[in-house]
């Protein structure tokens, strides 16, 4: 459709997540027509941000150092775990201010759709973290739909045998929300976990 | 929220049109998680675009040579000539293979809130080519809302005392939409503009 490098720019964007062919063309168009230094500036920080991004030894969480700033931070609770599938689950979490414990980063969850089974999982990872006798609690945050389910079931199951206590994220009517509209699942997912207030 | 570089990708790619901040904490764990070279052809790609693309001397279109590969192809009708706000409005007319003139962008609409007059768009140039005796049409082919309205109805009394023939794209039912869900102006203009098909 465009000459030469508008379309290649066109391309390259549109292939990321999210953004669709006329988004594409939407930001190519506007950083074609903006100051030099706004495409210069995202050129910048995408290499810089591809050169020095690397994931933590410990939890695979991102981040620029060896060990993350969360594995690093010496006031976090070293006996709770929480495991997720990505890295940005850890970045929800963390705006909760809810959790001070260490995370696990799954990198994804069983799917045998996507041909993604517990071996392609950091699982053993997991195990080895888990052998430390000073962790009291693990705490499944998995996605709340089949394919996180299936890895809580099965990660539930793994971890049933040792002397660890295995918890999972509360699902229910999510808060906002109106009960009118909750789909089935979720509004029968309230009644199973409904919990006494007097 | 993140990390130093991660947050600067974040933040430099929210600042794109239609990226929320969810959106370009996507994009920027996809570009970090993803092989180096997608991240990489697409810093390349955006100096690239940045450096080589400039605007058509005649038509104001996109370009990578001095005249866009419109204006430079001798199979074009030189008698017409559309005006479109932007460049991206000559992609979509394009698309339409309805037509095989010149175009002729403005650079935006007259916009008194955005502070956008008349000698802000290339109005001059337009009429320095409308000089050329052998243009027989010009065809206004702004966005028909507000700002794109005013813009076509100051072009054409400027226009108006030529001797050439002014037009004006079509309003009215969208293709493929529903009449009982056309809103009132569009409505209005469809019944305004009817036409005898007897």
Chains 1, 2 share one sequence.
Do not use: W
């Amino acid at each position: 459709m465009y000459e030469g490098v508008i379309q290649d720019l066109i391309d390259e964007l549109g292939k990321l997540p999210g953004v669709g062919p006329k988004s594409a063309q939407r930001i190519a168009f506007h950083l074609i027509e903006s100051e030099t230094d706004v495409a210069t500036k995202l050129a910048e920080v995408l290499v810089e941000a591809k050169q020095k991004v690397r994931f933590c030894e410990l939890c695979a969480n991102i981040s620029q150092e060896q060990r993350c700033s969360i594995c690093s931070d010496p006031k976090r609770d070293l006996g709770l775990i929480c495991v997720v599938e990505e890295s940005k689950d850890i970045a929800a979490i963390e705006r909760t201010r809810e959790f001070r414990g260490l995370y696990h980063v799954l990198g994804g969850a069983i799917s045998p759709i996507a041909g993604i089974g517990p071996d392609q999982l950091r699982i053993k990872d997991l195990m080895k973290r888990l052998a430390d006798p000073g962790i009291r609690e693990v705490i499944l945050a998995t996605n709340p739909n089949l394919e996180g389910e299936a890895t809580a079931t099965y990660l539930s199951r793994m971890l049933g045998t040792m002397e660890i206590q295995v918890t999972k994220l509360a699902s229910g009517l999510p808060v906002g929300g109106d009960l009118e509209y909750a789909d089935d699942m979720t509004l029968g997912r309230a009644f199973e976990g409904r919990r006494r207030v007097n």
